[in-house]
Nanobody
Framework: QVQLVESGGGLVQPGGSLRLSCAASGRTFSSYAMGWFRQALGKDREFVAAINWSGDNTYYADSVKGRFTISRDNAKNTVYLQMNSLKLEDTAVYYC?????????????????WGQGTQVTVSS
């Protein structure tokens, strides 16, 4: 079993930045692909970013490409999402996820574990 706990959410102004963290425990963190999803009020959950086990392959939704960066520190069992140039439409609950393959995670497939989520609100 893998337990995932997100942190770092909060209120930020448009154009600002936030860094989300996801701490993993229970199994060998480095063996999993990791990703971030988000769900805005009244909308379906959508893929945001993913990273493979070694950190050398990353994937992003078109809506966040160039603004968000996913990274991982396997020594700390932690994955990060650096969010820059935030927009009002980025407001959502952000969920950390773990799975077998980063590429398939972009389609919402092969997701084995989910965190509880952390709220990100972009407002002036």
């Amino acid at each position: 079993q893998v337990q995932l706990v997100e942190s770092g959410g909060g209120l930020v102004q448009p154009g600002g930045s936030l860094r989300l963290s996801c701490a993993a425990s229970g199994r060998t963190f480095s063996s999993y692909a990791m990703g971030w999803f988000r769900q805005a009020l009244g909308k379906d959950r959508e893929f945001v970013a993913a990273i493979n086990w070694s950190g050398d392959n990353t994937y992003y939704a078109d809506s966040v490409k160039g603004r968000f960066t996913i990274s991982r520190d396997n020594a700390k069992n932690t994955v990060y999402l650096q969010m820059n140039s935030l927009k009002l439409e980025d407001t959502a609950v952000y969920y950390c996820a773990a799975g077998a393959n980063a590429a398939t995670m972009t389609r919402g497939l092969r997701v084995d574990y989910w965190g509880q989520g952390t709220q990100v609100t972009v407002s002036s």
